[in-house]
C-alpha cells in the first residue's frame, strides 16, 4: 500500500544532496547572459530610445527594445495588456524598458546602463483612492471604457434586506491587507535556446509550462508545435511563477536573434518589482446575527490595488466575494469588488489568492459578533458551517466537508474551553477556520478539452514511467502522482518514474496554480493506471487459466511487486512477469487518463469564477502573548486542523500544513510591500522581513479525513487551504490577551501598541 504512507519524497534525495538541477544550473555552449534596463519613473511615456551605446560595448550580442516585441499578451485572454518591453509607456519603476545579450552578466548590466532613454514624466496613480478618482490619469490607453478600473464585480443572492431585518445584531467594520510577496528561495531564471531550423527550447522556472508556451508562441509569432517549454526543477512559487514573464520572453527572442542560448537570472530586487505578490486590499464587511448564533446576512465591499498589470486581476476581483458563503451558510449576501491600475509593481496570485484578505475582514469580524451576543466564538463557526452534499446560495457545490471536526480538533488540542480567557495577563487564544477550492473548474481560456491528462508506459523491466505535464514546484506534486500509480498497480514507489513539465513530452496539464494538481493530474492517473491494470489483469488471468483453474481478472491482487488470485496468492507474478505477459498480448504497454472537471455551478449569471469540484476545510488556534511596553506579539503555537480528503503521504500533507502557517505569521507579524511615493522601501531580504526560526511558532499539525467521493483515493488540496485562517486566527488570540481589534495587517509593535493606547482613552472615557 502507498496511499496513506509515510514514505520520503520520490525527488526527495536529489534536492537534499544537491544533485537535483534547478534552471540556474544549466549552461549550454557558447551561452549568452541577458540583463534589463528597468524604468526609473512610476510613469511615463518614451519619446525614443538610442540603443547605440550599447551595442558598441565589446561583448554586446544583441539589445531588444518594445519595438522589437510588440505583439501584447497576458495570462488571461479577456486582459491582454503587457508587452514584453515597454512599447509607449512605462507603467512602474522596474517596468522591463530594453533587454541586451552579452558574453557575460557584468558586461550586459553594463550595456543596459549604457543605453539612453528619454522620458516625459506623467503624473502617478498611487493608491485606490487615485486609481478610483475620474482626474487621474488612465493608466492603460484604449480600454472600451476609459478608467483605472480593471474589472468590477457586483453580485447579490437572496435578499439581504430581509436578512438584515432579521438580525439582533449588526456589526459594519472596515479591514485592510496589505500588499505581499512570495519570497522563494530561488529567483526567476529563464534559458532559451533557438536553432537555425526554427526551434525555440525555453527552460524556466514556471509553474505554468503550458500557459507559457502559448504565450511565446504568441509573442514571437511562432508556430507553437516549434516551441517546448521544460519546467527543470523549481527551488518553489507559492503563485509567484504563474505568469508568462519579460525574462521569458526577451530570452527566447534574444536566441532567435543571436542564434545563441541566451539566459536571464533576476536578482533579488529585480524579484520584488516583477514579483505579481498578493493585492493590498481595503475591504468593509457589514454582517448581522440572531441572538442563538445564526448569521442572517451580508455585505461585502473590496477595493484591490492591482498594480500596473492586469495578471490574473480579473479573477482576483471575482475571488474577493466569491467564496464569502464558505465555510458557513449564507443564504442572503451580496458583495462588491474592484481590482484597480496604479503605478505600482503588478500584483498576481500568492498562495491562497484572492482568499486571504476576505478571510482576514470574515473571521475577525465573527469573533465580534460572537462577543455581542455572548457566545463562544468556536459554538458560532461550528452552528453556521456548511453541510455535505449541499449547494451554497451562489451555486458552489459541496461534496465532502469536516470542518465542524476541525474546530473540534483545534479546540481539544489547545484546550481551548479550559485555558481561553484564562492565560494570565497578554496572552490569548484565537480561533479563525475556513475554506479552500480544490481547483478552478473553467480553464484559463474556454475550451472543452481536459485540464489534466497522464501517460503511462510500463515495460518488461517492471518499471513505470508517467508523463505528465505537470509543475511540480517543491509540493510534492510527482510524490503524488508516483503513489497514486503504485497504488493502483501495486508498484514499489522506487519502479514509478515521473517525467513531467515538458511540453514536448508529456500531456498537457494547466499548471500549478488554485490547488488543482492533486484533484485533477491525480484523478487523470489514476484513470490511466486503471486502464493499465485492467490490461495486466486480463492477460495474467488469460495466462493462468491456461495453466490451471480458471481465473477471473477481477480477483486479481495488485500488491507488493506481485499480481495474484486472492484465493491463491501462491499461483502468483512478479510484476515484471505480468507486465512482460501483457505486453506479449498486445504489444507496447501505454495507456492515458485525463479528468474534465464536471459540469457544475451554472445556476447565475457570470460563475466563471469559484465553483470547484471540491473544497477543503480548515479550523486554527493561535496562542499568543503581547508585550504591552512595546506591542511586540509573540506566537508560542499554532494548531492547525485541516480537512485534506485522504492523505496520500501524511508526512507530505503536514509540511503543506506547517508551510502555510509558516508564511500566514509572517503576514500576520512581519510582511508589506510598503513604499514611499512610488519608491518601494523594502525591495530586498534585510528590509522585507520573513520569519525566521526564532520567529516561528510550535506548528502543531493535524490532519482530518473526509474521503472525498470524486478525490484520488478520496484526497483534496492541502496546499493553500492551510494559511487562510492564519492571519485572524493570531488577530483573534490578540484580542483575547489584551483587548484590542486590529483591523489591518501585519500586527506591527506600533500598531499594537497604538490600539492598546486607543483602548486605554475608550475605556476612560466610558465607550466600548
Partial sequence: MSVGRRAPKVDGLAKVTGAARFTDDLRLPGMLHGAFLRSPHAHARIKSIDVSPALALEGVHAVLTGADLPVNYGVIPVAMDEHALAVDKVRFIG?????????????????ARAIQVEYEPLEPVLSIEDALDPQKPILHDGRRKASNVLRRVHQRYGDPDAGFARADVILEHTYTYPGSTHVPLETHVALAQATAE???????STQIPHYLHRALARVLQLRPQDIRVIKPEVGAGYGGKSDPFAHELCAAALSMRTGRPVKFILDREEVFYAHRGRHEVRMTLKMGVTRDGRITAADFKAWADGGAYASYGVVTAYYLGVFLPLPYVLDDWSFEAQRLYTNRPPCGPKRGHGAIQPRFALEIHLDRLAQAIGMDPAELRARNSVQPNTETSNGLRITSVALNTCIERVIEASGWRERRG???PNRGLGLAASAYMCGALH???????????????????????VFAG????????????????????????????????????????????SSRVTFFAGNAARMAADRLREAVANAVAAGLSAKGDPVD???????????????????GLTLADAFALAEAERGTLGFTGHYTPPKIGSRFRRQSVGPSPAYSFTAQVAEVEVDPDTGFVTVHRIWCAHDCGKALNPAVVEGQIEGSVYMGVGEALLEEQSYKGAMMRTPSILEYRIPTVHDTPEIIAIIVESEDPEGPFGAKEAGEGPQLPTVPAIANAIHDACGVWLDAAPFTPDKVLKAIERARRQAERGER
Fill in 443 to 465: 480553464p484559463i481560456y474556454a475550451n472543452e478539452m481536459p485540464q489534466s491528462a497522464v501517460q503511462l508506459c510500463a515495460d518488461r523491466s517492471g518499471s513505470v514511467r
Fill in 553 to 571: 481478472p477481477d480477483d486479481l491482487d495488485f500488491s507488493e511487486g506481485r499480481v495474484f488470485p486472492r484465493a491463491a496468492p501462491e499461483r
Fill in 95 to 111: 517596468d522591463e524598458v530594453a533587454a541586451v545579450a552579452a558574453v557575460d552578466r557584468a558586461t550586459a548590466l553594463r550595456a
Fill in 422 to 424: 484564562r492565560l494570565g
Fill in 198 to 204: 526554427g526551434k525555440l527550447t525555453l527552460w524556466s
Fill in 470 to 513: 505537470t509543475a511540480d514546484i517543491g509540493q510534492g506534486s510527482n510524490h503524488m502522482l508516483a503513489t497514486v500509480v503504485s497504488e493502483r498497480l501495486g508498484a514499489a514507489l522506487s519502479d514509478v518514474v515521473v517525467l513531467e513539465g515538458d511540453t514536448a513530452l508529456t500531456p498537457v496539464d494547466l499548471g500549478s496554480y
